[in-house]
């Protein structure tokens, strides 16, 4: 099997291969795996926007170290975590870099025109370093916590209901859907004798876009009576099943909450 | 007891013109054991979805319980479970969708518990409760869709080819689940040979969706030219005694048969069990 439909297959196995590794990492027993998903879940997300709002590169730094020793510590192969969360910064670093001439300062280079300033470099490399920082935590954070129990923390925690259902529903949907898509290509692999080329190959494609398509709706169509069939007015599963937190728990929503305060205190302190 | 579900000219059109549905008078009685048969497009399902208020009717009503027309008023009554799991289980792991049921009837939790605990292990969940229904075999999501629709606990069940993909063994244990149901059910299969196991009653839909026979299980089972004319086959052990017993003793059953044949001699003694 040759062509971009074959060429399809492979990633959407290779996307679904990764989603199963992470479910093994969440399930080892590491630094993170052994606290409560609510602790994590704040924990992760306070560090973030300690992250977010700093404007230091060696503070940046400093919470870039403290998230490499947590995913060490959580038994997070480091490559993994690089290869998720290389892609966003990356395509950060492309939005912002005019910003090297834009932002007035001390001229470093000239290229074809235009003056690189020191200041310029200086955010694409905060912006960048801030954004490759939150995305590894928040990566680190769906590695570690199996996505049911992220989102009963979530609900623990009182977030909106709505909010819950949809992020819940759409991440179950988003496999099942990864699955049509797969049958359909399988299905045609199954049937297509010799090479492939590009312009049958994306033929081909088109026309399973436009049935995956009708078949996406026509689920969402039967998901909708199933979820009728069942009552569906209440949300999804108001049992709250969230015990106590541990010390540790309390130590790691501390250590969060102190970085909070740190980054806010180095922003906008005296 | 009156009607559980008394359906009255009721007809489904899909928007491209076809009749799945064609003016049906269904009544179904309160304890009833039905099974309504039809061949592969005969609109069994459609029917199903009539019935239990998931589509809407081009003509005709279904009223439930002597009470309403408004199947959402009587929602908490009725066990609808779909043909295709993937559309039945949506939650994030079986057990929430186990437990969905219970907890839209406001359930305590260790009610709700106590249900999903007896019905996982009956149909073989208990290691499966924690995982995202996706990460399922066929067979596996089958069984926990036949689970989240009995821990509702309703009092009719209304349920669209209910074996699926499911192997021998869980088949038996979803058949006698079925069986042991202590409300009404109404079970829509194209496959006759496990019908005498569940139903009392059948009812024999033709390809147009409309209804060609409706009596005792026995009666259409073993009217061997109409089920083969509305592209059904009999049951296995219909097919080997026709013929050659008076039909009204044909055994519906293997082991029915087994006792038949064990009874009239036909049987070495080292094959009795």
Redesign the interface.
């Known amino acids: 099997m040759t062509g971009p439909v074959a060429r399809s297959t492979a990633a959407i196995a290779g996307l679904l291969r990764q989603f199963f590794t992470a479910e093994r990492i969440a399930a080892a027993d590491g630094l993170l795996q052994r606290r409560d998903p609510r602790a994590v879940l704040l924990s992760t997300v306070g560090l973030a926007v300690a992250v977010m709002i700093s404007r230091s590169l060696a503070v940046v730094g400093l919470f870039g170290g403290l998230t490499l020793l947590v995913a060490w510590r959580s038994k997070v192969p480091l490559d993994r975590l690089a290869a998720r969360s290389g892609v966003v910064p990356l395509v950060s670093a492309l939005i912002v870099l005019p910003q090297v001439v834009l932002v007035p300062g001390e001229p470093l280079a000239s290229l074809w025109g235009l003056t690189v300033t020191d200041a310029g470099v200086g955010y694409l490399l905060v912006f960048t370093a801030r954004v490759a920082v939150g995305v590894t935590l928040l990566s680190l954070l769906v590695l570690t916590t199996p996505f049911a129990a992220i989102v009963a923390a979530m609900r623990s925690l009182g977030l909106p209901v709505a909010l819950v259902w949809v992020l819940a529903i759409t991440y179950r949907y988003l496999f099942l859907f990864f699955d049509e898509l797969q049958r359909l290509v399988v299905a045609r692999n199954s049937r297509t004798t010799g090479e492939s080329t590009l312009r049958s190959g994306w033929r081909d494609l088109r026309g399973i876009a436009g049935t995956f398509l009708l078949r996406t709706l026509d689920r969402g169509e039967r998901v909708g009576r199933g979820m009728r069939a069942r009552g569906g007015g209440r949300p999804p599963s108001p049992y709250d099943r969230s015990g106590s937190l541990a010390a540790a728990d309390y130590a790691l929503l501390s250590l969060a909450g102190l970085a909070l305060l740190g980054s806010g205190v180095v922003r906008w302190g005296p | 007891m009156g009607p559980v579900i008394d359906a009255r000219g009721l007809t489904h059109a899909y928007p491209d013109g076809t009749r799945a549905v064609d003016d049906v008078d269904l009544t179904i009685e309160a304890g009833e054991a039905v099974a309504v048969v039809g061949a592969n497009g005969s609109g069994k399902s459609t029917l199903q ?1 009539a019935l ?1 208020g ?2 809407e009717p081009t003509a005709g009503t279904v009223e439930y319980f002597g009470e309403t027309t408004d199947a ?1 008023a009587v ?2 009554r ?1 066990g ?3 043909q ?1 799991p ?8 079986v057990r ?1 969708d186990i ?3 219970p ?4 359930l305590p ?1 260790a009610v ?1 518990d106590r249900r999903t605990d007896t019905l996982a292990e009956t149909l073989g969940l208990s290691a499966l409760l ?1 995982r ?3 990460r399922l075999s066929g067979g596996e999501k089958q069984r926990a869709a036949v689970a ?2 009995l821990s ?1 606990d309703p009092e009719v069940l209304l349920v669209d080819e209910p074996l699926g993909a499911v192997d021998a063994h869980y088949r038996a244990v979803i058949l006698d689940l079925i069986a042991d149901f202590e409300g009404t059910t109404v079970v829509f299969t194209p496959t006759l040979d496990y019908v005498p196991e569940i139903a009392d009653r059948v009812v024999c839909i033709g390809r147009e969706g409309s209804i060609v026979a409706d009596g005792p299980t026995r009666e259409i089972l073993t009217d061997r030219s109409l089920l083969e004319h509305h592209g059904l086959r009999p049951p296995r052990t219909v097919q080997l005694f026709d013929g050659l017993v008076d039909p009204a003793e044909i055994p519906l059953t293997v082991p029915a048969a087994r006792q038949f044949l064990s009874a009239h001699d036909r049987l070495p003694p080292s094959a009795e069990r």
């Open positions: 979805l239990g998931l589509v959402e929602r908490d009725l609808v479970l779909l295709e993937d559309d039945y289980l949506f939650n994030t792991t929430e437990q969905y049921g907890a839209q009837l406001g939790e709700a924690d995202p229904p996706f989240s629709v509702f």
